[in-house]
């Protein structure tokens, strides 16, 4: 249940309602329609078809940008991401995003469409950044939860974000791996953000470095702090 629910009276345009008023287990939102259709979300939807207009303003906002399929899904949907790179080295550092490894989670599409516009922006650092790497998004990882209004969480046959081992049972998690196996044989991954949504009421958010990035006194306290989200993940698995 968040904070406040969102609204949207065209289908295209959507705002926050105001903070619902708890009840117990339940939450009310209050919304006044216009007389017309009204879509009512947990939060601002992202569908692939939003994915395809992300790409398509890219590749024209810069000739840096160029959409590629990652995989067909078990359901047969295209999985699309966007690379990006100016860089004039052959093996560039590489940069992975990707969002929506939970289908639920669709604010962190948000944050990779930010980035992604970020990216392509005439902005110096962006500038920067595709001259000196090669930069990939994948907006939805899992195209067809996110497609049908899943949860995703716990799904059959696998969590997505569970798939992560030798044997991925999703073809976007397998052709994922794949991509990033060779940067990592090409000792060139720089970078790999897997981006999530905090549980709701949960303003927090984490991440992890790789110990060689993190200064000695860090690293004590990463190593606590992984050992902190295992057990918590271990007592509260929907997290
Ligand atoms: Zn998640």
Redesign the pocket.
């Known amino acids: 249940m968040p904070e406040r629910a969102t609204f949207s009276t065209d289908g295209q345009t959507w705002r926050h309602t105001a903070p619902g008023k708890k009840e117990g287990a339940r939450i009310l939102y209050e919304v006044t329609g216009t007389g017309g259709p009204l879509w009512v979300a947990w939060g601002p939807p992202f569908t692939p078809r939003d994915t395809d207009a992300l790409l398509a303003e890219a590749e024209k906002l810069s000739p840096a940008a160029k959409a590629f399929e990652l995989a067909r899904t078990r359901g047969g949907r295209p999985v699309r991401g966007l690379r990006v790179s100016e860089a004039s080295t052959p093996k560039p550092p590489g940069i992975w995003v990707h969002a929506r490894?939970?289908a639920w989670?669709s604010g962190s599409c948000w944050v990779a469409r930010g980035f992604t516009e970020w990216l392509v922006s005439d902005d110096a650092d962006a500038k920067w950044l595709r001259a000196h790497a090669e930069v990939f998004v994948v907006p939805i990882m899992d195209v067809d939860n996110a497609a049908t209004g899943n949860g995703g969480k716990e799904a059959t046959p696998r969590d997505h974000?569970r798939d992560w081992d030798d044997n991925p049972v999703y073809p976007e998690v397998a052709a994922a791996q794949q991509r990033l196996r060779a940067m990592v044989k090409e000792d060139r991954l720089a970078v790999f953000l897997d981006l999530?949504?905090p549980a709701a009421g949960d303003p927090t958010f984490f991440y992890i470095l790789e110990n060689q990035l993190l200064k000695e006194g860090a690293r004590p306290l990463h190593r606590a702090g992984l050992r902190a989200h295992q057990q918590n993940q271990a007592a509260h698995p929907h997290e």
Do not use: G, P
């Open positions: 490894q939970h989670e974000n999530h949504n």
